[in-house]
């Protein structure tokens, strides 16, 4: 099973600010991630796929890079409703593995 | 536009069982593999199961293996997950998801909005 590693657990930053999420696989798992956003009391949100696709109506501030065994989600300048949890989750193997999440909060 | 909805959550004692549903719409259901995922209260997410589109595929993580059985009705566009034997650790919002394509692995596209499984004497 491949083990995925989110960090940091929370990180707070202000609006307009710049967020770097990081995502870091036990092996490789090539370009075969996503990074979901969920906020309170709702479902998951796809928002890239191949590590760095984004999936569609999905603003051009959220970035993902990497492959192999890190990977990480840029947010370019915080929006107030960019204020959620975001995992990320491989699909190179079975079985699909997610990350802990990472919990961006305003500072 | 995509669909999910499931029910079938509830109340269930230890030992017991329980059927989800998902009902889906807005795309050829039989062309997609389907999952459930599932998200312990204040903790993360926790895949559980994978069927493919044509239904003759499945694939579980080894925690729930030889207790829940993943399905499908492509005739009624319909997911289902018969949960055995619940556990207390088995308690969790419970989302079905749509993948982009028909076996996989895959990310999932469309998340259903979930339903509560409560396993407790």
């Known amino acids: 099973e491949i083990v995925m590693t989110q960090s940091p657990a929370t990180l707070s930053v202000s609006p307009g600010e710049r967020a770097t999420l990081s995502c870091r696989a036990s092996?490789?798992?090539?370009?075969?991630l996503a990074w979901y956003q969920q906020k309170p009391g709702q479902a998951p949100k796809l928002l890239i796929y191949?590590?760095?696709t984004r999936a569609t109506g999905i603003p051009a501030r959220f970035s993902g890079s990497g492959s192999g065994t890190e990977l990480t989600l840029t947010i370019s300048s915080l929006q107030s409703e960019d204020f959620a949890v975001y995992y990320c989750?491989?699909?190179?193997?079975?079985?699909?593995?997610f990350g802990g999440g990472t919990k961006v909060e305003i500072k | 536009e995509v669909q999910l909805l499931e029910s079938g959550g509830g109340l269930v004692q230890p030992g017991g069982s329980l059927r989800l549903s998902c009902a889906a719409s807005?795309?050829?259901?039989?062309?997609?593999?389907m999952s459930w995922v599932r998200q312990a209260p204040g903790k993360g997410l926790f895949w559980v199961s994978t069927?493919?589109?044509?239904?003759?595929?499945?694939y579980y993580a080894d925690s729930v293996k030889g207790r829940f059985t993943i399905s499908r009705d492509n005739s009624k566009n319909t997911l289902y997950l018969q949960m055995n034997s619940l556990r207390a650790e088995d308690t969790a919002v419970y989302y079905c998801?749509?993948?982009?394509?028909?076996?996989?692995?895959?990310?999932?596209?469309?998340w259903g909005q979930g339903t509560l499984v409560t396993v407790s004497s």
């Open positions: 092996q490789s798992v090539s370009s075969n």
């Open positions: 989750q491989q699909y190179n193997n079975w079985p699909l593995t």
């Open positions: 998801g749509k993948h982009p394509g028909s076996y996989g692995p895959y990310y999932i596209d469309y």
């Open positions: 069927i493919s589109g044509g239904g003759d595929a499945t």
């Open positions: 807005g795309f050829t259901f039989s062309s997609y593999a």
């Open positions: 191949g590590a760095s």
